[in-house]
């Protein structure tokens, strides 16, 4: 399962900045599209169409927004079915100035079905566009897709595991970990020499059955929480995907804070909760802004080949 590219999305978006015009002219939605990929810079739509295979991944439903002051809110609604269709996701971002919004929709654990599928552009609570598009098996002019492989080991990595708290996932070779903090957390980073690692990757371990016996949801509040207290933090976004076959709720956020060189720059934070049984874990993957986008595939590679299995504590 694709991580949602809006990880890179949204966050270039308003980390960046939009570029507020002090124009009259009115706020407005338009160009909406459908791709599979989005420009990292312009968060332009790549390649749009309205028709995608059965195999796709992670789509991107894509708007271009102008001239929105501050607090504007833009939100896309999404459904499936020809004749009575139902929700399926929505999401929603709080933004101003001018650029593209891009949206994602994550396939379901058994994969698209077949069928046409709409988003709803929402500026505030008023509609302003409509796109329809198509999940088939063959798309026009090509054969049949062949069946997905097994997956195998990738190259360039290697499988981390604990089987104490029960999951594992592939870790870039070139990477090492420690143990940190009185919990005994784990930190994932890359050489020094290299921007990978300047990234920080934590998972924490968290046995519900001890005091304060928390539950996920209270976890997740916590480290919001704890990051908006930051100077100048902000929480770009809550939602949730699948990770390890589960519903795993995350937030984006963004803050000051130092880089090695002891110098003060934007930072990009992601933080997912995973539950596995009695053991919450906590993911997280920060990292210098322009790093943090340059690496995320990285960070998306270890989230899909993450597995849980029964934890033995």
């Known amino acids: 399962m694709r991580l949602p590219i809006l990880f890179v999305c949204f966050l270039c978006f308003l980390v960046i900045g939009c570029d507020s015009s002090g124009s009259n002219e009115p706020t407005s939605l338009n160009s909406p599209a459908m791709s599979e990929k989005v420009d990292p810079v312009s968060m332009a739509p790549v390649d749009p169409t309205d028709t995608f295979r059965v195999t796709a991944g992670t789509l991107q439903a894509t708007i271009k927004l102008s001239n929105a002051p501050a607090d504007t809110t833009v939100s896309a609604l999404f459904y499936y079915g020809e004749n009575e269709k139902r929700e ?86 070139t990477w090492n970990f420690k143990v940190i903090g009185k919990n005994s957390d784990y930190l994932f980073q890359g050489p020094q020499e290299v921007d990978e690692g300047k990234i920080v990757v934590i998972v924490q371990m968290i046995d519900t059955r001890l005091p304060p016996k928390s539950t996920l949801d209270d976890e997740m509040e916590n480290q919001i929480n704890m990051i908006s207290q930051r100077d100048g933090a902000q929480i770009v976004k809550k ?39 009695p053991i919450i874990l906590l993911i997280s993957y920060a990292a210098p802004r322009d790093v943090y986008q340059s690496k995320v595939d990285l960070f998306q590679h270890m989230m899909d080949s993450f597995r849980l299995s029964p934890p033995e504590v």
């Open 88 to 173: 399926i996701a929505r999401d929603a971002i709080v933004t101003n100035g001018s650029g593209y919004l891009s949206f994602s929709l994550n396939p379901p654990e058994s994969g698209w079905p077949l069928g046409r599928y709409q988003v709803e552009f929402y500026l505030g609570k008023e509609l302003k566009e409509t796109l329809s598009f198509y999940i088939k098996d063959t798309l026009p002019g090509t054969a049949k897709p062949p069946a997905i492989p097994a997956v195998q080991d990738s190259p360039g990595y290697r499988m981390f595991e604990d089987k104490q708290f029960g999951f594992r996932f592939e870790l870039p070779d």
């Open 239 to 277: 939602s949730v995907f699948q990770v390890a076959g589960k519903s795993a709720p995350f937030f984006l956020a963004t803050y000051p804070a130092n880089n090695r060189q002891d110098e003060r720059v934007a930072w990009g934070h992601t933080q997912l909760g995973l539950q596995n049984g």
